[in-house]
């Protein structure tokens, strides 16, 4: 995988400083995290060792599936932690995000590939266009810039840099990991935005069993189109 270069590159001091700093202090985040607690979501938890494990396979299923740069993926489905790792390897792909709850609320958009966050269910819920044939994985290099979408009361929020403002900002404790518990839902702009920066600090996101969206402003630095 050209991202686990990519992090084997970082360990040797080479330059990557052409990659996008959100997904380049993410993969390192993840990577040296160890046994400390990632999520915490109903009965289970993942430690950062584990959620590194399956964000490789959650991009190695999205590879097969023929997710390519440029490509638009929806993500539907619950509030767990899969929805938050499924972002980033699409992204790490090369592909834009656009969150939604179910299909029927991403409205105008025509996402090339609709997949479900749903850890019990299955992952690719719906595929716009055939698939054309596995991607050169040669061809595909960490993007420069990363983007998600969000379908929030009837209109397109967009974040960008915001992404890469947070990862420049936030830097783990060593000796100190916070428990943040996540009220807003990892599909609206303020709960994705607060769980990718507890990430990058190295802390615990802890997923309230329920959220709601009502009512809840969009975030400086995000754009509506």
């Keep these: 995988m050209i991202w686990v270069g990519h992090l084997i590159q970082r360990r040797r001091g080479e330059n990557v400083s052409e990659a996008s700093t959100f997904l380049t202090r993410m993969l390192d985040v993840l990577c040296d995290g160890g046994g400390r607690i990632a999520f915490a979501h109903d009965s289970r938890s993942m430690t950062y060792r584990e959620t590194f494990e399956r964000l ?9 599936e023929g997710i390519a740069p440029g490509q638009l993926v929806a993500i539907i489905g619950g509030n767990a932690p899969e929805r938050i790792l499924l972002q980033i390897a699409a992204q790490l792909r090369g592909a834009r995000v656009v ?3 179910s299909p029927d609320a991403l409205g105008d958009l ?5 997949i479900s966050a749903d850890p019990e269910g299955p992952l690719l ?3 716009t ?19 998600a979408l969000f379908t929030t009361d009837g209109e397109v929020v967009s ?9 420049r900002e936030s830097r783990p404790d060593p000796g100190r990991a916070e428990r943040v518990l996540l009220i807003a839902p990892m599909s609206h702009p303020i709960g994705n935005r607060i769980a990718c920066k507890t990430l990058l600090a190295g802390d615990t996101v802890v997923i309230h069993e329920r959220t709601a969206e009502e009512a809840m402003p969009v ?3 995000a754009t509506r189109t």
Excluded: C, F, K, N
């Design 56 to 64: 490789r396979r959650l991009h190695g299923m999205l590879q097969a």
């Design 99 to 101: 969150h939604a709850g």
């Design 110 to 114: 025509r996402p090339d590939h609709i």
């Design 125 to 127: 819920s719906a595929r």
């Design 129 to 147: 266009d055939p698939l054309t044939g596995a991607v050169d994985e040669v061809d595909i290099a960490l993007p420069r810039s990363v983007e």
């Design 159 to 167: 974040l960008g840099e915001t992404y890469e403002q947070l990862a």
């Design 219 to 221: 975030p400086q630095g």
